[in-house]
């Protein structure tokens, strides 16, 4: 059986509430750039353990949508912990 690591980084770009992210994503995870954000290059990383998928187990990989979905998750929950005087994470 043949196996393969996931493909090479998928950019996306993801508008959620009104602001802009750069999605970068990788085998170890995605980067997260808040490109409307109030300060350059601000955002956030996730990472993820690395995972082989065999020929036989691709339909395992979540659809396009599932994917769209859960940066938009991770984008909100980021956002929310976000002061809006600063445009930082919040110590709290």
């Known amino acids: 059986m043949i196996a393969r690591r ?3 980084k ?3 770009t993801v508008v959620v509430d009104g602001e802009t992210f750069d999605v970068v994503e990788g ?3 995605s980067i997260y750039k808040w490109v409307s954000g109030p300060n350059p290059d601000y955002g956030f990383t996730t990472r993820c ?3 082989t998928l065999t ?3 691709r339909g395992t990989v979540p659809p396009p949508h599932e994917m769209t979905e859960d940066h ?3 984008i909100r929950d980021f956002l929310q912990m976000i002061d809006p005087e600063t445009g930082f994470i919040t110590d709290d």
């Open 49 to 51: 353990i690395k995972h």
């Open 27 to 29: 085998a170890s995870g």
């Open 55 to 57: 020929v036989s187990d």
């Open 72 to 74: 938009e998750r991770k």
């Open 6 to 8: 996931y493909g090479p």
């Open 10 to 12: 998928k950019r996306r």
